[in-house]
């Protein structure tokens, strides 16, 4: 499979070491298939709360045909917003959606985003949020709406490792 080799070509290269574990998520962000990861959380978060997401983050590019002539340079990604979204009803999981969680159900809102560059090395993001209503469970993926550089015969791939989140007090 041409995904696989594609993903071990670039793995090797720049993605050699996870941040954290020998395991990472992958979502596709892509306006007509968008992936997202999502939990049920063990305690609510609480209203008026500072609150973090920090996590590790890289991308890379599969592809869709047979063009392989710019296959490891995507350059042309603009930058995008990594969202995370909250419910208060933890019991809507698994959500089976290639559009945004808000418009399959609307318990999911929007409550943090941060804006962020595609790139093929692990970096770091963290988006700081408030909630206005107890949240009992989140989902981390892309932006509602997708710049266009997004719609592309390539399938971009952001990757997620040692996700933490805690009030920010916690974290200092």
């Not at 350059?75 to 698994?94: E, V």
């Not at 318990?107 to 700081?128: A, D, M, N, R």
């Amino acid at each position: 499979n041409k995904d696989c080799h594609l993903f071990n070509t670039i793995y090797s290269k720049n993605l050699q070491d996870f941040p954290d574990g020998k395991g990472i998520f992958r979502a596709v962000y892509k306006n007509n298939k968008k992936e997202y990861i999502a939990t049920k959380l063990s305690n609510p978060l609480s209203t008026g709360i500072n609150y973090q997401l920090t996590l590790n983050i890289a991308t890379l590019m599969s592809i869709e045909t047979n063009n392989l002539s710019k296959r490891f340079d995507f350059n042309f990604l603009a930058p995008t917003y990594i969202t995370l979204y909250g419910s208060n009803n933890k019991n809507n999981l698994p959500l089976y959606t290639n559009s945004d969680p808000n418009s399959f159900d609307p318990s999911w809102i929007e409550i943090g985003k941060v804006l962020y560059q595609p790139q093929t090395t692990w970096g770091e993001i963290t988006i700081s949020f408030t909630t206005n209503i107890a949240i009992n469970a989140i989902m981390l993926g892309p932006e509602k709406i997708l710049p266009a550089s997004f719609n592309t015969d390539y399938e971009p791939s952001f990757l997620y490792d040692n996700l933490r989140l805690n009030t920010a007090e916690n974290f200092g």
